[in-house]
């Protein structure tokens, strides 16, 4: 059983910064970390992903060059920096954990394939 608890959400002007951290229990190599998005109404969407052992990070679209998904493995945390903010970016920020098997670079993005949720922290950019 793998625990997810998040920390970091808030509200912001567009153009601001955010650092989301998310606390693991246990912290195990063998899982890769994503963070998740929500907002009201739309799809929960992939936003990034961190398999430990390597250091492999993959981003969305949408976030490439202003979010940065890292790893401090004695800390047991996994965070993501975001820059640059815009009002689109306002959701629901979920933690997530699967084993590294399950997932690959075409479907780290699906919700389903991950196990272990957090319950989520909200962020909130103003135009």
């Known amino acids: 059983q793998v625990q997810l608890v998040e920390s970091g959400g808030g509200s912001v002007q567009g153009g601001g910064s955010l650092t989301l951290s998310c606390s693991v229990s246990p912290y195990s190599m063998s899982n890769v970390y994503a963070w998740f998005r929500q907002a009201a109404g739309n799809e929960r969407e992939g936003v990034a992903v961190?398999?430990?052992?390597?250091?492999?990070?993959i981003y969305a679209d949408s976030v490439k060059g202003r979010f940065t998904i890292s790893q401090d493995s004695a800390q047991r945390t996994v965070s993501l920096r975001m820059n640059n903010l815009k009002p689109e970016d306002s959701a629901i920020y979920f933690c997530a954990a699967t084993f590294w098997s399950r997932v690959s670079r075409q479907n780290w993005s699906q919700p389903a394939l991950y196990g272990y949720w957090g319950r989520g922290t909200q962020v909130t950019v103003s135009s």
């Open positions: 961190l398999y430990p052992g390597s250091g492999m990070t």
